[in-house]
């Protein structure tokens, strides 16, 4: 066991915690808060792999965009603190059978994965190839992609108008 | 660089490793803190034709020392109905987002934490670690003016991260890079090679960036003085409407840690203008090491350039706050969505024009 070992597993703990809290907390508000820490490990993940560029993407998508996004949403909807989350068990059959479908195909997919074990030896800079594949070999998803954004962008402005 | 050195020190990898986290902690940010809240007390005083701080050991130097001891005595209080896991953990997330950006930030050509390829990018992305921290402490506080001051904060560090971005963006387009020592290590000695003045190659392209690397500059400057929550931007924690923000229910250590996570935003982003527009740590008229011919000298006169430079702009912004008044909330969005983001995105533009020539 070296020192990544130890890293990947405070961070895969750190993820998995704060993602168990996420699902169980009864606070909207401290359910967003830990999605932070959740996001942050993640990340940590990324950068093991030696995906920089993803990792930081990562982080500036989703802890700087997304979870502050999601934070203002809950904050500013009015006494959305004071709703009391509804826990309780109805229609067990048919959950259970979706359930065990879906981890099913989980499960299925960890075992079949075809997993990197090693540490990545040695590292480099991901950006440049990133940004070669994307403007030329997948130029048109790549553009797609900004259109479809740009489409959420503008109706979201619509509705807000109205 | 750094690392090695204390590697081939210690020959651990913990030992070396932890000693170069901590290292712009305990060598920069606590002393250059210190300082700097005397300094802005000092300009604050004269700006005012007052002495400021005079009790204190000669002229006040010692007047922050007395107050660190004073907050290290001061009780912690936490409220009945503050939210306590979350109240604590806020100013630890907020000094640890402004802290990372300490990782890449190249002081010299040897004292450098990591050298990565993403620099610049990394520094933003771990500013939003911040911007949780804040609405964090605002929410956790469940005080109606820290809550206030939180949601401000993170609204205005959310849209003046834009124009700071298109700036940014329009330089890593010009010199094709985003590690901030390669940034650095572009603009060599002599300050008529820094960026602000359109980079190291002598021909056409130079003379025509600089009119739009100094409004590139300008914008940055502006923008990132509203993303630490300086005066004019200063709404958050506008002392006349809400106390003083987010950090109104923290007393003690913990309100420490709000102050030292500002003063080290405010090095942080002083220290990033300085890598993009201004050299880094080149120095502006050549180095006495060369001339002298002692090589060791060079990485000791870089660190001096390079916190010179830093604590300029930081002096620049307490300026502005005792000159300027402060902004409302429509006029701060105005600024930055309706004027900086335009002409940002127009500069970027031109900038990627005469890039091509």
């Known amino acids: ?162 | 660089m750094i690392y090695d050195f204390f590697y081939n020190l210690t020959g651990s990898v913990i030992i070396s490793g932890t000693v170069v986290a901590l290292l712009p902690l305990f060598a920069f940010i606590l002393p250059f803190a210190l300082f700097a809240v005397l300094l802005e007390r000092k300009v604050a005083g004269h700006m005012q034709d007052r002495l400021g701080p005079m009790r204190v050991g000669y002229h006040g130097i010692l007047q922050t020392v007395a107050d660190i001891i004073k907050l290290i005595q001061k009780e912690d209080i936490i409220a009945k109905d503050n939210d306590k896991l979350f109240f604590n953990i806020a100013p630890v997330l907020t000094f640890a987002g402004s802290y990372a950006a300490f990782a890449v930030i190249p002081f010299s050509s040897i004292f450098l934490g990591a050298d990565i390829d993403l620099g610049i990018f990394y520094v933003i992305a771990v500013t939003g670690l911040v911007v949780a921290g804040i609405l964090m402490a605002g929410w956790a506080s469940n005080n109606k003016y820290s809550l206030l001051g939180a949601m401000r904060s993170a609204a205005q560090i959310v849209s003046y991260e834009i124009p700071t971005i298109l700036i940014v963006l329009s330089i890593v387009m010009l010199t094709g890079t985003m590690s901030l020592y390669d940034l650095s290590e572009n603009q060599t000695a002599y300050f008529w090679n820094w960026n602000i003045f359109g980079g190291p190659n002598l021909d056409i392209q130079k003379f025509l960036l600089i009119p739009f690397m100094l409004i590139g500059f300008i914008i940055i400057y502006i923008s990132t003085l509203a993303e630490v929550n300086r005066t004019p931007f200063d709404i958050p924690e506008a002392e006349s409407e809400l106390v003083s923000g987010y950090h109104t229910e923290y007393s003690g250590m913990k309100f420490a840690m709000f102050f030292l996570a500002e003063y080290a935003n405010m090095f942080a982003v002083s220290a990033i203008l300085v890598i993009l527009f201004f050299g880094g740590y080149q120095s502006p008229l050549g180095y006495l090491g060369n001339t002298l011919n002692i090589p060791w000298l060079i990485p000791i006169e870089q660190f001096f350039w390079f916190i010179f430079k830093g604590i300029f702009f930081v002096f620049v912004q307490m300026w502005l706050r005792w000159t300027l008044p402060r902004l409302r909330v429509d006029q701060l969005m105005t600024a930055s969505w309706k004027y900086l983001i335009p002409i940002a995105f127009v500069n970027l533009l031109i900038i990627g024009v005469i890039s091509l020539i």
């Open chain 1, 1 to 162: 066991m070296n020192y990544y070992d130890i890293i990947f597993y405070l961070f895969a703990a750190v993820t998995l915690l704060s993602a168990l809290m996420v699902v169980t907390n009864r606070n909207i508000v401290h359910s967003a808060f830990y999605l932070l820490f959740t996001f942050f490990g993640v990340a940590g993940l990324y950068v093991l792999l030696a995906a920089d560029f993803i990792a930081i993407v990562q982080l500036i998508v989703y802890v700087g965009g997304i979870l502050i996004l999601l934070l203002f949403g809950v904050m500013l909807t009015n006494k959305i603190t004071n709703v009391e989350i509804k826990t309780g068990t109805i229609n067990l059959v048919p959950a259970v059978i979706g359930i065990g479908l879906f981890a099913g195909a989980l499960l299925a997919s960890v075992i079949n994965a075809p997993w990197k074990i090693n540490i990545a030896e040695k590292t480099f800079p991901t950006t440049k190839i990133l940004g070669t594949l994307l403007i030329q070999e997948y130029l048109l998803i790549f553009e797609l992609l900004g259109i479809i954004l740009l489409i959420a962008l503008i109706g979201a402005a619509s509705i807000a108008r109205k």
